[in-house]
């Protein structure tokens, strides 16, 4: 089991940065691969940016240059820097980590952090 707790969410005008920080009740250089989606109203949830056990990063071209994740091994932690954020960048995010054990692959989500970027 992994639990993950966001954090950082919030309200930014468009143009401004948000730092989002997803915490990992474990090692997160265990885990196969730790990042985030974000699911906007109406819409299905996607992928934003993910960071695998390698090192190996991947994002959403809509975020491509302007978002940036990293790991930060000491806080067992991943973040999510935001920058030049749009209005369609509005939805709210999760982290999300994946695990393959023999036993099979298993996903964890966290609870999600709304971000709001006003026009």
């Known amino acids: 089991q992994v639990q993950l707790v966001e954090s950082g969410g919030g309200l930014v005008q468009a143009g401004g940065s948000l730092r989002l920080s997803c915490a990992a009740s474990r090692r997160i250089w265990t885990l196969n691969a730790i990042g985030w989606y974000r699911q906007a109203p109406g819409k299905q949830r996607e992928l934003v940016a993910s960071?695998?056990?390698?090192?190996?990063?991947n994002y959403a071209d809509s975020v491509k240059g302007r978002f940036t994740i990293s790991r930060d091994s000491t806080k067992n932690a991943v973040n999510l820097q935001m920058n030049s954020m749009k209005p369609e960048d509005t939805a709210v995010y999760y982290c999300n980590a994946v695990d393959r054990t023999p036993s099979g692959r298993f996903e964890y989500w966290g609870q999600g952090t709304q971000v709001t970027v006003s026009s």
């Open positions: 960071v695998t056990s390698s090192g190996s990063t």
